[in-house]
C-alpha cells in the first residue's frame, strides 16, 4: 500500500506535511513522551510495555510474551503440572534482578566512562584495579573502602556513530557495543588503537592516537552503523525530520485506539531499515511490491507501517488526490465507521469514468446531512459497481473504457447475466467477501445491484455528467427495474426450537465446542434471550453495566439504533448472577494481562465482552461476525432447522403481547422508533386472534346487567361516540379512588349516600388517566386468583372482577376513539404538567363505557350528567 508518493526532498508538498504533524506534535493533547528523538518507555507502560510483567522485575519481557525468559520457563514447567493459574504465578513469582542493559550507567567512580557489569557498576579501569584489590588480599577486600580511596579517570566523550547517545568506551571513539559491531564487520576503514595505549600513552598522560588506513571509510561507517538495541527504547536518530514526525505521531496515535500489540524491537527495525534506505517519508515505502523489505524486517513491522500510513492518510490525502487513486477516505467527510475501514476501495473498477461515477456518489452521500447510519448502501452500491466493471470488461468495446461506445444492449446484457446467476447460483463477476472468497448470486444480492446501478445512472444524468462524459440517455435508462423480493419477517421461535436453544445440555456444548476461550458466547446469548435486546446491544456492553437500584437488578445498555443511550432494564436476578460471574472473568483477564485491577477510568472503558483479537486495553467488545458463526455452527450441530439470534426479539415482543401488553409497552421495552416497527416484531397465532375476536364489550360494573354482552364486533368507538360519552370534569366532579364521582350533592361537600361504594355506582366516571391505576388493579385480582388455594376461590375472584374487567376494555376502546390511548398509556404521573393534558380532563361513566358499543345513538344522547345540557358537557 500507499498514499499519493512523497514529492522529492524538500519540496512544498513535504513541507507542509511536516508543518502540519509538527503542530499535532506540539499540541497539549500530545503525550510529551513521543516527543523526543529517543522514546524512552517506562516500566509497565499500558501499550509499550517491554519489562516483565512480574512485580519488580528487572528484566525485559522475551518476544511477544510478557514475561522474561527466566519467568517464562518458570511458568511453563508450572503450567505442564497443572499446578497454579498464570494470573496467581504472577502475582506469586519472585523477581528477577537485571540480567543485560537496559539503558548505559556511568561507572561510580568515573562519571565520563561506562561500567563495564550491572553488579559493580565500575567502567574496565576500575574493575581491573578491584579484582586486582582481590587478588592481593586473598579474596577479602573490603569494597567501600577500596572505593572510596580510588580516583576517577578521564572520559573519552560521546560514541563515533551519529545516532547513538552512549559514552565512548575507549580512545578510539565507540561505546562497546559498536566496538563489538565494528570488528564483527571487519573493521571498515582499519581503524585501530596502538598496542599497550594504556600503558605507553594513557598512564603517562599522553593523547592516545587512532590509526586509520581509510579514514574516510571509518566515517561512513560511523554514519551508517544502526543505534544500540535497547528494549525501553526507540530511537529516532539519524532519520529525515518529517519520517521522525510520522514515527513519533504513529506511536502516539496507536494509543488512542483499540490496537494491537506494538513491540518496540519491532519500531526500532523500521526505523533502521529507513535510516539505511534514506527514506524521506513512510509513504515511500512499498509494501506490496517489495519483496526485500519483508526478509529484511518481517511481517510484523509491515502492519506497523500499514496502520501509521493509513493515519496519515486523512491529513496527507486530498479528496481529489484520493478520487485520482480510487478510494474514499470516510474521515474526510466528517464521519468514521465503528469496527469499520475507513476508506472505501474502489481501485477494482478499472473503468475511469465508472470509478468517478461512483466515487461522486459516495462523496455527495456522505456530505448529505441524511447520510445514513449502516454502511449497507455504501456496500451494495461498491458491489454494483464492480459487478458492472468486471462485466464491461469482458463484453464491452475497448473493455468498457470509453463511455460513447456503449449502448442499451450492453446493459440489457448485463441485467440478463445477473438473471441467469440468480437462477444458477453461480458466482459474482467481480465482487469478493472478505479473504477474497467469492459467494453466490442471490435474489437479494441481484436486486441490490440493479437499484444502486439505477441510482447511479439516475444521478449522472440529473447531474449532466452523463452528458459530459458521452454516456447515451438510452444506456442510463436501459437499466431494468429490479422487482421486488418478498422479505419475510423473523418468525419466533416455536415450542420445540425454544426448549432446545434454553435446554442447559444444549447451552454447555455451546460454551464449551463453540467457546474453547470462554470469551462469552453462552452468556452473551442467555442475555438476549432474557431480555431481547439487539445483539450489538448486547455485545458491546461495557464492564460497569449491572447495578441494583432499591434492591431490585438493573441492566444499563445504550440502543444507539434508536439514539438511546443509558438506558436501564430490569433483569431476572439469574441473570444478574450471570453477568456479575462475566464480570469477575473480564477483570481476571484484564489482571492476568497488567498484574493490576483496571483504575476507575479503565474500567468505565472496558468491555463486558472483550475481544482478544488487537485489543489488549480491552476495550474493543466481540463482533457480531465472531458471534453469529458460533451460533450458527451450533444450530446446524442441534438439527432444528436454520434460526438466528435476532428471532429471540420476536419471541419476546410476541410474548409480552400475549400478557396483555400493548404496542406501546412493546415499543418502549424493545427501544424502536415506532408503534409499526413493533408490530413487525409482534406475530399472532390462531389461538391468540381467537382471543382477540372473542374481546367484546361489555357493560360496566356499576350497570343494571353487568357484563352484558353489547357488540359482536371488536371495532373501536367512532370519534363522534367517543365525545358524545365524553364529560367535562371541571365544573361537576370530584376526585375519588380511581376515578372521579359526578353525584353533585357530594361534588358540592355532602356526605356520599352510598357509603363511598364509588365503584358499584352509576355516577362514577373514569379518565384517561385512570387507566394504568385499572390495569394494575386487573393484574392484581389475577395474582390473588392464581394464588387462591382451591379452584372454587379462583373463579370466584374472576368473576368477582370481571365487571370492572370488562369496564377497563370500554375505557381503552373510548379512548382510542378519541386518539388518547397512547397518551394515557404513556402517562407519567411523576410530571406535573401531565396534569393540565386533555387526558385528564376527559372523563367516560362506568355505565356509558358498558353501552360504548351500542349502535343505537339515542341511547348515548339520552345520558346526560345529572340533567344538563348534553352539548355543554361535551370535551
Same mark, same amino acid.
Given at each position: 500500500?500507499?498514499?499519493?508518493?512523497?514529492?522529492?526532498?524538500?519540496?512544498?508538498?513535504?513541507? $507542509?506535511?511536516?508543518?502540519?504533524? !509538527?503542530?499535532?506534535?506540539?499540541?497539549?493533547?500530545?503525550?510529551?513522551?513521543?516527543?523526543?528523538?529517543?522514546?524512552?518507555?517506562?516500566?509497565?507502560?499500558?501499550?509499550?510495555?517491554?519489562?516483565?510483567?512480574?512485580? $519488580?522485575?528487572?528484566?525485559?519481557?522475551?518476544?511477544?510474551?510478557?514475561?522474561?525468559?527466566?519467568?517464562?520457563?518458570?511458568?511453563?514447567?508450572?503450567?505442564?503440572?497443572?499446578?497454579?493459574?498464570?494470573?496467581?504465578?504472577?502475582?506469586?513469582?519472585?523477581?528477577?534482578?537485571?540480567?543485560?542493559?537496559?539503558? &548505559?550507567?556511568?561507572?561510580?567512580?568515573?562519571? *565520563?566512562?561506562?561500567?563495564?557489569?550491572?553488579?559493580?557498576?565500575?567502567?574496565?579501569?576500575?574493575?581491573?584495579?578491584?579484582?586486582?584489590?582481590?587478588?592481593?588480599?586473598?579474596?577479602?577486600?573490603?569494597?567501600?573502602?577500596?572505593?572510596?580511596?580510588?580516583?576517577?579517570?578521564?572520559?573519552? /566523550?560521546?560514541?563515533?556513530?551519529?545516532?547513538?547517545?552512549?559514552?565512548?568506551?575507549?580512545?578510539?571513539?565507540?561505546?562497546?557495543?559498536?566496538?563489538?559491531?565494528?570488528?564483527?564487520? *571487519?573493521?571498515? /576503514?582499519?581503524?585501530?588503537?596502538?598496542?599497550?595505549?594504556?600503558?605507553?600513552?594513557?598512564?603517562?598522560?599522553?593523547?592516545?592516537?587512532?590509526?586509520?588506513? $581509510?579514514?574516510?571509510?571509518?566515517?561512513?561507517?560511523?554514519?551508517?552503523?544502526?543505534?544500540?538495541?535497547?528494549?525501553?527504547?526507540?530511537?529516532?536518530?539519524?532519520?529525515?525530520?518529517?519520517?521522525?514526525?510520522?514515527?513519533?505521531?504513529?506511536?502516539?496515535?496507536?494509543?488512542?485506539?483499540?490496537?494491537?500489540?506494538?513491540?518496540?524491537?519491532?519500531?526500532?527495525?523500521?526505523?533502521?531499515?529507513?535510516?539505511?534506505?534514506?527514506?524521506?517519508?513512510?509513504? &515511500?515505502?512499498?509494501?506490496?511490491?517489495?519483496?526485500?523489505?519483508?526478509?529484511?524486517? +518481517?511481517?510484523?513491522?509491515?502492519?506497523?507501517?500499514?496502520?501509521?500510513?493509513?493515519?496519515?492518510?486523512?491529513?496527507?490525502?486530498?479528496?481529489?488526490?484520493?478520487?485520482?487513486? +480510487?478510494?474514499?477516505?470516510?474521515?474526510?467527510?466528517?464521519?468514521?465507521?465503528?469496527?469499520?475501514?475507513?476508506?472505501?476501495?474502489?481501485?477494482?473498477?478499472?473503468?475511469?469514468?465508472?470509478?468517478?461515477?461512483?466515487?461522486?456518489?459516495?462523496? *455527495?452521500?456522505?456530505?448529505?446531512?441524511?447520510?445514513?447510519?449502516?454502511?449497507?448502501?455504501?456496500?451494495?452500491?461498491?458491489?454494483?459497481?464492480?459487478?458492472?466493471?468486471?462485466?464491461?470488461?469482458?463484453?464491452?468495446?475497448?473493455? +468498457?473504457?470509453?463511455?460513447?461506445?456503449?449502448?442499451?444492449?450492453?446493459?440489457?446484457?448485463?441485467?440478463?447475466?445477473?438473471?441467469?446467476?440468480?437462477?444458477?447460483?453461480?458466482?459474482?463477476?467481480?465482487?469478493?467477501?472478505?479473504?477474497?472468497?467469492?459467494?453466490?448470486? !442471490?435474489?437479494?444480492?441481484?436486486?441490490?445491484?440493479?437499484?444502486?446501478?439505477?441510482?447511479?445512472?439516475?444521478?449522472?444524468?440529473?447531474?449532466?455528467?452523463?452528458?459530459?462524459?458521452?454516456?447515451?440517455?438510452?444506456?442510463?435508462?436501459?437499466?431494468?427495474?429490479?422487482?421486488?423480493?418478498?422479505?419475510?419477517?423473523?418468525?419466533?421461535?416455536?415450542?420445540?426450537?425454544?426448549?432446545?436453544?434454553?435446554?442447559?445440555?444444549?447451552?454447555?456444548?455451546?460454551?464449551?465446542?463453540?467457546?474453547?476461550?470462554?470469551?462469552?458466547?453462552?452468556?452473551?446469548?442467555?442475555?438476549?434471550?432474557?431480555?431481547?435486546?439487539?445483539?450489538?446491544?448486547?455485545?458491546?456492553?461495557?464492564? =460497569?453495566?449491572?447495578?441494583?437500584?432499591?434492591?431490585?437488578?438493573?441492566?444499563?445498555?445504550?440502543?444507539?439504533?434508536?439514539?438511546?443511550?443509558?438506558?436501564?432494564?430490569?433483569?431476572?436476578?439469574?441473570?444478574?448472577?450471570?453477568?456479575?460471574?462475566?464480570?469477575?472473568?473480564?477483570?481476571?483477564?484484564?489482571?492476568?494481562?497488567?498484574?493490576?485491577?483496571?483504575?476507575?477510568?479503565?474500567?468505565? &472503558?472496558?468491555?463486558?465482552?472483550?475481544?482478544?483479537?488487537?485489543?489488549?486495553?480491552?476495550?474493543?467488545?466481540?463482533?457480531?461476525?465472531?458471534?453469529?458463526? +458460533?451460533?450458527?455452527?451450533?444450530?446446524?450441530?442441534?438439527?432444528?432447522?436454520?434460526?438466528?439470534?435476532?428471532?429471540?426479539?420476536?419471541?419476546?415482543?410476541?410474548?409480552?403481547?400475549?400478557?396483555?401488553?400493548?404496542?406501546?409497552?412493546?415499543?418502549?421495552?424493545?427501544?424502536?422508533?415506532?408503534?409499526?416497527?413493533?408490530?413487525?416484531?409482534?406475530?399472532?397465532?390462531?389461538?391468540?386472534?381467537?382471543?382477540?375476536?372473542?374481546?367484546?364489550?361489555?357493560?360496566?360494573? *356499576?350497570?343494571?346487567?353487568?357484563?352484558?354482552?353489547?357488540?359482536?364486533?371488536?371495532?373501536?368507538?367512532?370519534?363522534?361516540?367517543?365525545?358524545?360519552?365524553?364529560?367535562?370534569?371541571?365544573?361537576?366532579?370530584?376526585?375519588?379512588?380511581?376515578?372521579?364521582?359526578?353525584?353533585?350533592?357530594?361534588?358540592?361537600?355532602?356526605?356520599?349516600?352510598?357509603?363511598?361504594?364509588?365503584?358499584?355506582?352509576?355516577?362514577?366516571?373514569?379518565?384517561?388517566? #385512570?387507566?394504568?391505576?385499572?390495569?394494575?388493579?386487573?393484574?392484581?385480582?389475577?395474582?390473588?386468583?392464581?394464588?387462591?388455594? #382451591? $379452584?372454587?376461590?379462583?373463579?370466584?375472584?374472576?368473576?368477582?372482577?370481571?365487571?370492572?374487567?370488562?369496564?377497563?376494555?370500554?375505557?381503552?376502546?373510548?379512548?382510542?376513539?378519541?386518539?388518547?390511548?397512547?397518551?394515557?398509556?404513556?402517562?407519567?404521573?411523576?410530571?406535573?404538567?401531565?396534569?393540565?393534558?386533555?387526558?385528564?380532563?376527559?372523563?367516560?361513566?362506568?355505565?356509558?363505557?358498558? =353501552?360504548?358499543?351500542?349502535?343505537?345513538?339515542?341511547?348515548?344522547?339520552?345520558?346526560?350528567?345529572?340533567?344538563?345540557?348534553?352539548?355543554?358537557?361535551?370535551?
Amino acid at each position: 500500500m500507499s498514499v499519493t508518493g512523497l514529492p522529492r526532498h524538500g519540496s512544498r508538498t513535504g513541507r $507542509d506535511r511536516l508543518e502540519v504533524l !509538527t503542530a499535532l506534535i506540539n499540541a497539549p493533547s500530545f503525550d510529551p513522551l513521543f516527543r523526543p528523538d529517543i522514546i524512552t518507555i517506562p516500566p509497565g507502560h499500558p501499550v509499550y510495555r517491554w519489562n516483565c510483567l512480574v512485580t $519488580d522485575c528487572e528484566r525485559p519481557k522475551a518476544g511477544r510474551g510478557d514475561l522474561c525468559s527466566a519467568h517464562l520457563r518458570q511458568w511453563r514447567e508450572r503450567r505442564c503440572h497443572g499446578q497454579i493459574a498464570k494470573a496467581e504465578f504472577v502475582r506469586t513469582a519472585a523477581p528477577a534482578a537485571a540480567a543485560v542493559w537496559l539503558a &548505559e550507567l556511568p561507572c561510580r567512580i568515573c562519571p *565520563g566512562r561506562p561500567a563495564r557489569s550491572i553488579g559493580l557498576t565500575l567502567c574496565d579501569k576500575h574493575q581491573f584495579r578491584w579484582y586486582r584489590h582481590l587478588e592481593l588480599h586473598a579474596g577479602d577486600g573490603d569494597f567501600d573502602g577500596w572505593l572510596a580511596a580510588q580516583q576517577p579517570y578521564p572520559g573519552y /566523550g560521546r560514541c563515533r556513530v551519529h545516532v547513538c547517545p552512549d559514552t565512548a568506551n575507549s580512545p578510539l571513539g565507540l561505546c562497546s557495543r559498536h566496538e563489538s559491531s565494528y570488528r564483527s564487520e *571487519g573493521r571498515p /576503514g582499519g581503524a585501530v588503537l596502538p598496542s599497550q595505549w594504556a600503558n605507553r600513552f594513557e598512564r603517562r598522560g599522553l593523547a592516545v592516537p587512532v590509526v586509520c588506513a $581509510d579514514e574516510a571509510a571509518f566515517h561512513r561507517w560511523c554514519a551508517t552503523a544502526a543505534a544500540v538495541l535497547r528494549p525501553s527504547q526507540v530511537n529516532l536518530r539519524g532519520l529525515d525530520p518529517l519520517l521522525r514526525a510520522e514515527l513519533q505521531w504513529g506511536l502516539f496515535a496507536h494509543t488512542q485506539t483499540s490496537h494491537g500489540q506494538w513491540e518496540l524491537p519491532w519500531v526500532q527495525d523500521l526505523v533502521n531499515h529507513c535510516r539505511d534506505r534514506a527514506l524521506h517519508s513512510l509513504t &515511500e515505502l512499498d509494501l506490496a511490491g517489495d519483496a526485500r523489505f519483508h526478509e529484511a524486517v +518481517g511481517r510484523e513491522v509491515s502492519r506497523v507501517v500499514r496502520d501509521v500510513v493509513r493515519g496519515l492518510e486523512s491529513f496527507y490525502v486530498t479528496s481529489e488526490e484520493a478520487r485520482e487513486q +480510487g478510494y474514499v477516505l470516510i474521515e474526510q467527510f466528517g464521519r468514521r465507521w465503528p469496527g469499520r475501514p475507513g476508506r472505501i476501495d474502489l481501485t477494482g473498477v478499472s473503468q475511469r469514468w465508472l470509478r468517478d461515477l461512483l466515487w461522486d456518489h459516495y462523496a *455527495g452521500v456522505l456530505r448529505s446531512p441524511r447520510c445514513p447510519r449502516s454502511t449497507r448502501p455504501f456496500d451494495d452500491m461498491r458491489r454494483a459497481g464492480l459487478e458492472l466493471s468486471a462485466f464491461l470488461d469482458v463484453h464491452a468495446p475497448d473493455a +468498457g473504457q470509453d463511455p460513447t461506445l456503449l449502448t442499451q444492449q450492453h446493459i440489457q446484457q448485463f441485467a440478463a447475466d445477473q438473471h441467469q446467476r440468480e437462477r444458477d447460483r453461480l458466482p459474482p463477476l467481480g465482487f469478493r467477501g472478505r479473504g477474497g472468497t467469492p459467494s453466490i448470486v !442471490t435474489a437479494n444480492t441481484r436486486l441490490a445491484v440493479f437499484h444502486r446501478v439505477r441510482i447511479l445512472f439516475r444521478e449522472a444524468l440529473e447531474s449532466g455528467e452523463a452528458d459530459r462524459i458521452g454516456l447515451n440517455r438510452s444506456v442510463v435508462t436501459a437499466m431494468p427495474a429490479p422487482g421486488r423480493v418478498i422479505r419475510r419477517t423473523r418468525s419466533p421461535f416455536p415450542d420445540a426450537v425454544a426448549r432446545a436453544l434454553a435446554e442447559e445440555a444444549n447451552l454447555s456444548r455451546l460454551a464449551e465446542v463453540y467457546d474453547r476461550h470462554d470469551r462469552g458466547l453462552r452468556d452473551a446469548w442467555e442475555t438476549i434471550i432474557l431480555t431481547g435486546r439487539r445483539c450489538s446491544e448486547i455485545l458491546n456492553l461495557r464492564l =460497569d453495566c449491572l447495578g441494583r437500584y432499591g434492591g431490585l437488578p438493573m441492566l444499563w445498555h445504550d440502543q444507539t439504533k434508536v439514539g438511546n443511550y443509558d438506558q436501564a432494564l430490569r433483569i431476572p436476578e439469574r441473570l444478574h448472577l450471570l453477568l456479575q460471574a462475566r464480570q469477575r472473568k473480564t477483570e481476571a483477564l484484564f489482571n492476568t494481562r497488567h498484574n493490576r485491577p483496571p483504575s476507575a477510568r479503565e474500567r468505565a &472503558e472496558l468491555a463486558l465482552f472483550p475481544t482478544n483479537q488487537r485489543n489488549r486495553d480491552g476495550r474493543q467488545p466481540l463482533s457480531y461476525n465472531w458471534f453469529h458463526k +458460533g451460533f450458527k455452527l451450533w444450530i446446524d450441530d442441534l438439527d432444528i432447522g436454520r434460526w438466528v439470534p435476532h428471532q429471540a426479539r420476536h419471541s419476546l415482543a410476541t410474548s409480552l403481547l400475549r400478557a396483555g401488553a400493548s404496542l406501546t409497552h412493546i415499543r418502549r421495552y424493545l427501544g424502536q422508533v415506532s408503534e409499526k416497527m413493533a408490530e413487525h416484531y409482534v406475530h399472532l397465532t390462531q389461538s391468540d386472534l381467537e382471543d382477540v375476536l372473542q374481546h367484546v364489550w361489555v357493560s360496566g360494573p *356499576g350497570t343494571s346487567n353487568p357484563g352484558e354482552l353489547l357488540t359482536d364486533a371488536p371495532t373501536p368507538l367512532t370519534r363522534s361516540q367517543a365525545q358524545a360519552l365524553a364529560i367535562d370534569l371541571s365544573r361537576r366532579s370530584t376526585p375519588a379512588e380511581g376515578g372521579f364521582c359526578t353525584f353533585q350533592p357530594v361534588v358540592d361537600g355532602g356526605a356520599c349516600p352510598w357509603n363511598l361504594d364509588c365503584h358499584n355506582c352509576d355516577k362514577f366516571v373514569l379518565s384517561g388517566a #385512570d387507566l394504568l391505576y385499572w390495569r394494575r388493579k386487573r393484574e392484581q385480582w389475577r395474582l390473588l386468583a392464581e394464588g387462591a388455594p #382451591d $379452584d372454587a376461590t379462583a373463579d370466584y375472584l374472576h368473576r368477582y372482577f370481571e365487571p370492572t374487567a370488562r369496564a377497563i376494555d370500554g375505557l381503552e376502546k373510548a379512548l382510542a376513539g378519541l386518539g388518547l390511548l397512547d397518551d394515557a398509556l404513556a402517562l407519567d404521573l411523576r410530571k406535573p404538567q401531565d396534569y393540565f393534558h386533555r387526558v385528564w380532563s376527559t372523563a367516560f361513566r362506568a355505565a356509558a363505557l358498558a =353501552d360504548a358499543a351500542s349502535n343505537d345513538t339515542d341511547k348515548i344522547d339520552a345520558c346526560p350528567v345529572d340533567g344538563a345540557d348534553p352539548e355543554q358537557d361535551v370535551a
